[in-house]
């Protein structure tokens, strides 16, 4: 019941993505007085990117962890 919450909760989360504008103060003063604002789009795209792979490393951790987890359960119910 818990892992189907959990599954839900994380549905909901890949689904409703509000959109991020991440910038340092720095860049967005830069980029701001920039024409076109091209260059900001770009910023912001590059800055998202960036920030999956954390996310996907913590992510890949922790289902190596959940499996030998499960596995070793499973051994000892043997």
């Known amino acids: 019941m818990k892992l189907k919450i959990a599954y839900i909760i994380i549905l909901l989360?890949?689904?409703f993505v509000l959109p991020a504008e991440a910038q340092c103060a720095m860049?967005?003063?830069v980029?701001?007085?920039e024409e076109g604002g091209q260059a900001a789009k770009g910023i912001n795209n590059g800055?998202?990117?960036?920030?999956i792979f954390?996310?996907?490393l913590i992510g890949g951790i922790g289902y190596?962890?959940?499996r030998s987890r499960?596995?070793?359960?499973?051994?000892k119910k043997l």
């Open 13 to 15: 989360f890949l689904v």
């Open 27 to 29: 860049c967005r003063a």
């Open 31 to 33: 980029l701001e007085s």
């Open 47 to 51: 800055i998202v990117y960036l920030m």
């Open 54 to 56: 954390p996310y996907l």
């Open 64 to 66: 190596a962890i959940y």
């Open 70 to 75: 499960k596995k070793a359960r499973e051994e």
